[in-house]
């Protein structure tokens, strides 16, 4: 008899503790224990084994520690098939059965185009969504992976063009940083650690359609995980007064919920944001149902007792033009959009004013998931004043950026596809031009200011680069003999096994090779530690060298 069972036997005597079908009632049991329930604490005193283990002799009196007995009651080895079970099903757990929110797992995500997959595709259909791979790491498996790392190819860009070779990071410069979101926030600690104002975050949502479920893998544990990774290093970067934005819909967002609750706890709860999000129009009102018409936004504080929030009011002046009221300003309500006050389209509603991309620098710039500037004002100037840091993990086409610029605060963002960068420094150039498109009027923005571009500095990501590009089987064998012999590989791989298992390698699919080839590389080595900054191996560039010190100051 294990001593869990010892504790579930001495409970069977309580016909409080459990249903009519004689299941454990957890919460009523450890809820007693908390408000020191007499028949439950003499229970379990009068049992040897539970009173050894959860009571203390001080000078002839029992004292019964019900935090021990509380931690117990909610471990997961106490009735684990039941728990893990029931966490299964609300999907806060990993394939291995522990709890997300406290797990080391660290999921990463590349993107990873797949040319099996989007082959027959035409140019325009590629660029419509984006393929993600993503691969969990077990605790065991991650050791440098969240060093701060090197940044590269630092570029200052003003509305007179761009300056390369930056060497200095100057302590009000905005960024714009182009690598794996988790590794480029975690270089940031060393600087920003409880210092950041706001942070929003939309990312990728894992729906059907959304390219982020293409690894068979990558199931709802495993977009927690990866949301855990980032959330806790967001955390972290808050400063007390801070607040943090989330961005979902209803895929995710009560999962997401959960998840946060147990990272922020459940006090920095603030609002769920409710944003009707466009018209009805078309084939989203075919549904026989109600139709879906909006995203869910999850406020949470750093903490709740020292939040700061500016009140904003809707000006008279922008009430939707169908009001009719006597009112000179209206208060913001926590559903967005769906008054006749309140004039917050998404995008795809003010597209005409020339803010999508698409219609801002070219027609094949198309991005879904762009997000409108207001929306970002909004949440802004809610918890920000001027030259303040607003941080965005999932920079996307740069909205974040733009409303930052406009609304004369301070932006870092981070993104890793080549393409949304691409996009996000064109639009951010036409931004310091002066462009007069979303916010541009309401904020009187006329140009000016700059913003530094740089990249965390590649070594196995290189390779990944390099994989996602390969198209033919004879370019990913000869990446796999370079990557065995002057990349970092896997502790796991054993490179003779390969050799001897080449027939078995070839017989597999692009698709499934390029997915080996990732795996073999040992994700701790994608990217140039600050640590081995000095080292010749790495052959960090004097400029390079420059820019990285100067932004981390002394290391
Ligand atoms: C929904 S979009 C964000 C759209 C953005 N709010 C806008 O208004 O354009 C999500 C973005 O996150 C990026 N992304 C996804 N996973 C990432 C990761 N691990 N690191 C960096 N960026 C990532 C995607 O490339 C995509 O651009």
């Not at 084994?49 to 106490?78: L, M």
């Not at 300056?163 to 200095?168: F, L």
Request: glycine letters at 8%.
């Amino acid at each position: 008899m294990t001593f869990f069972d010892t504790v579930l036997e001495v409970l069977k005597g309580d016909e409080r503790f459990f249903t009519e079908d004689g299941a454990l009632l957890r919460n009523a049991v450890y809820e007693a224990a908390m408000r020191m329930d007499a028949r439950l604490i003499k229970a379990l005193y009068e049992n040897g084994q539970t009173r050894e283990r959860f009571f203390t002799d001080v000078d002839g009196i029992a004292v019964f520690d019900k935090v021990g007995f509380g931690w117990v009651i909610e471990n997961r080895q106490f009735l684990p098939d039941s728990y893990t079970r029931f966490r299964n099903k609300i999907g806060l757990v990993n394939s291995r059965g522990d709890y997300i929110a406290a797990s080391g797992d660290v999921a990463l995500v590349f993107p990873y185009k797949d040319c099996v997959l989007e082959g027959g595709q035409t140019k325009e259909d590629q660029k419509r969504s984006e393929i993600f791979y993503n691969e969990t790491l077990a605790p065991d498996e991650v050791d440098r992976l969240l060093y701060p790392k090197v940044f590269t190819g630092a570029k200052r860009y003003t509305k007179e063009g761009a300056q390369e070779g930056v060497t200095e990071f100057g302590e009000d410069d905005n960024l714009l940083i182009k690598g794996n979101n988790l590794l480029a926030v975690s270089s940031l600690l060393p600087k920003y650690e409880g210092k950041i104002k706001l942070i929003y975050m939309d990312p990728p949502y894992d729906t059907g359609t959304d390219s982020f479920s293409y690894n068979d893998s990558f199931d709802r544990s495993t977009w927690l995980t990866f949301m855990k990774n980032r959330l806790t290093v967001a955390k972290r970067l808050l400063s007390p007064e801070g607040a943090i934005y989330v961005q979902l819909d209803y895929h995710q967002a009560h999962y997401a919920k959960v998840l946060m609750d147990e990272i922020f706890g459940e006090e920095n709860f603030q609002r769920e944001i409710i944003w009707r999000i466009g018209w009805l129009s078309g084939y989203k009102t075919a549904d026989n149902n109600w139709i879906r018409n909006h995203d869910t936004i999850l406020f949470y504080s750093k903490d709740s007792k020292r939040l700061k929030f500016i009140k904003n009011y809707i000006p008279k002046e922008e009430f939707k033009s169908i009001a009719a009221s006597g009112a000179q300003r209206y208060p913001i309500e926590d559903v967005w959009n769906a008054s006749e006050y309140d004039d917050l389209n998404s995008i795809a509603i003010v597209s005409y004013s020339g803010e999508t991309v698409s219609k801002m620098l070219d027609p094949g710039d198309e991005v879904k998931g762009q997000k409108s500037e207001k929306l970002i004002e909004r949440i802004i100037k809610a918890h920000t004043e001027e030259g303040d840091v607003v941080l965005d993990f999932f920079g996307g086409t740069g909205t974040t950026a733009a409303a930052a610029l406009k609304t004369k605060r301070r932006f870092i963002v981070c993104e890793q596809l080549d393409r949304h960068i691409d996009i996000s420094v064109r639009r951010l150039q036409k931004v310091l031009e002066g462009e007069q498109s979303g916010i541009s009027r309401r904020n009187n923005w006329h140009g000016g200011g700059s913003f530094l571009y740089c990249e965390l500095a590649r070594l196995n990501q290189s390779y990944v680069d390099a994989i996602e590009k390969a198209e033919t089987d004879g370019e990913l064998s000869a990446l796999l003999r370079e990557i065995l012999k002057s990349g970092f590989i896997s502790y796991r791989v054993d490179p003779k096994k390969i050799a001897e298992n080449a027939e078995d390698l070839n017989a597999l699919s692009t698709a499934e090779k390029k997915r080996f080839l990732m795996e073999v590389l040992d994700k701790n080595q994608l990217y140039v530690n600050l640590c081995d900054i000095d080292d010749e191996t790495f052959r960090v560039s004097d400029g390079d060298k420059a820019f990285t010190k100067s932004f981390y100051g002394e290391v």
